[in-house]
């Protein structure tokens, strides 16, 4: 029970971050889009900067997850076809939606309900991607 309080104290204090910095904001996606603000390039990049140092220190410094097991990251298979895909589908859906997936919960917590359409598609497309994962291109 620890453990879910703690999961819900950060997440809750990441949705608040997530919103104060407009990182949730429709507007401040599309104008990502339109490469017309550099607002959440440097969300993003701060982000990506810290992930890497953060990663980088659980790998050399053996640093055990908050139950005391051992942290471990699998290697990343080395292709570009899927990633460039995925990443295709995933900026194209986000460009449409005006959300990922962090955010879109951030929405529904400030107020914004009809995210809920979105997040329940985005829960039918991780199902359907189950389903036919055997088929696609891996």
Same mark, same amino acid.
């Given at each position: 029970?620890?453990?879910?309080?703690?999961?819900? !104290?950060?997440?809750?204090?990441?949705? /608040?971050?997530?919103?104060?910095?407009?990182?949730?904001?429709?507007?401040? /996606?599309?104008?990502?889009?339109?490469?017309?603000?550099?607002?959440?390039?440097?969300?993003?990049?701060?982000?990506?900067?810290?992930?890497?140092?953060?990663?980088?220190?659980?790998?050399?410094?053996?640093?055990?997850?908050?139950?005391?097991?051992?942290?471990?990251?699998?290697?990343?298979?080395?292709? /570009?076809?899927?990633?460039?895909?995925?990443?295709? /589908?995933?900026?194209?859906?986000?460009?449409?939606?005006?959300?990922?997936?962090?955010?879109?919960?951030?929405? !529904?917590?400030?107020?914004?309900?009809?995210?809920?359409?979105?997040?329940?598609?985005?829960?039918?497309?991780?199902?359907?991607?189950?389903?036919?994962?055997?088929?696609?291109?891996?």
């Amino acid at each position: 029970m620890k453990k879910v309080f703690i999961y819900l !104290v950060v997440g809750f204090f990441f949705g /608040i971050i997530m919103y104060k910095s407009e990182a949730a904001s429709w507007f401040r /996606i599309y104008e990502m889009f339109r490469f017309e603000s550099f607002h959440m390039y440097g969300i993003i990049g701060t982000a990506l900067f810290f992930g890497i140092i953060f990663i980088q220190l659980i790998k050399r410094k053996k640093i055990k997850s908050i139950d005391g097991s051992p942290i471990v990251i699998p290697d990343k298979e080395k292709s /570009i076809y899927r990633y460039l895909l995925g990443g295709i /589908i995933f900026g194209l859906g986000w460009a449409l939606v005006g959300a990922c997936p962090g955010p879109m919960f951030t929405l !529904v917590g400030a107020g914004f309900l009809p995210i809920l359409i979105v997040i329940g598609s985005a829960i039918i497309g991780t199902f359907i991607y189950g389903v036919l994962k055997g088929k696609l291109p891996h």
